[in-house]
């Protein structure tokens, strides 16, 4: 069955750090990936998708992701991070029968000011 | 994207009771998919629901759940006789046609079984 790991559970950064969020996914054919993000008190929204092309994707408020096929991984980035970024990051890549997203479980982001 | 609306955002219930969580998608979408969140777990599928079709119910309980998306009015998640296994966030996302893959989501309901 399909699946997807986010390595970090609880990841706590100072104002302006630099932030790498890792995700790997199990399914080796044609993928759909996904991040999508949780602020506190908030529903989930995406925040960036990859279906093809250029593997570096740029997403909202300055989130970018890339997409390595050989590491089946599709890492989320941003070079600086801001306290209102702190929210809950999940990872999802689409169902081979695209009926479903699957979803890893989740990373934590805290950013103190 | 405030437009899938879930309610109710808590409910509490007993052991044996039933729960019905209800989901009204975005306007124009006609998609709609359940998700479980347990503690410390993330997103689970649960089904996936076009008017009045399940199209995929892989994620289901083979027992006490159920789920419907009649041609008029929200989609519902049923859960009879509920246990305490059953409390967690049930959440509802919709789509379009197109179905790119980008799901709109509520904020929720969160049961709670005592």
């Known amino acids: 069955a399909q699946s997807v790991s986010q390595h970090n559970h609880h990841v706590i950064l100072s104002e302006a750090a630099s932030l790498e969020l890792g995700c790997n996914y199990s399914y080796g054919g044609t993928v759909n990936l996904f991040w999508y993000v949780q602020y506190p008190g908030q529903h989930l929204q995406l925040l960036l998708k990859y279906f093809s092309g250029d593997p570096l994707v740029k997403g909202i408020k300055g989130f970018e992701a890339e997409f390595i096929k050989s590491k089946f991984s599709f890492n989320l980035r941003k070079p600086s991070v801001q306290w209102s970024d702190t929210a809950e990051y999940f990872c999802?890549?689409?169902?081979?029968?695209?009926?479903?997203?699957?979803f890893g479980k989740g990373t934590t982001l805290s950013v103190s000011s | 994207n405030a437009g899938v609306m879930q309610n109710p955002r808590h409910l509490v219930r007993r052991r044996g009771q039933e729960a019905r969580l209800r989901c009204s998608p975005m306007k124009g979408h006609s998609h709609v998919y359940w998700y479980r969140q347990l503690p410390e777990e993330g997103l689970k599928f649960m089904v996936y629901?076009?008017?009045?079709?399940?199209?995929?119910e892989s994620g289901m309980p083979k027992e006490r759940f159920s789920a419907e998306f009649p041609k008029e009015g929200p989609s519902i998640l049923r859960i009879q006789q509920v246990v305490r296994g059953d409390s967690a966030a049930y959440f509802c996302?919709?789509?379009?046609?197109?179905?790119?893959?980008?799901?709109?989501f509520g904020e929720g309901s969160r049961l709670t079984v005592l």
């Open positions: 629901l076009q008017k009045e079709n399940i199209i995929d």
């Open positions: 999802a890549v689409k169902n081979q029968a695209g009926t479903a997203l699957i």
């Open positions: 996302a919709s789509t379009s046609e197109l179905n790119t893959g980008e799901l709109f």
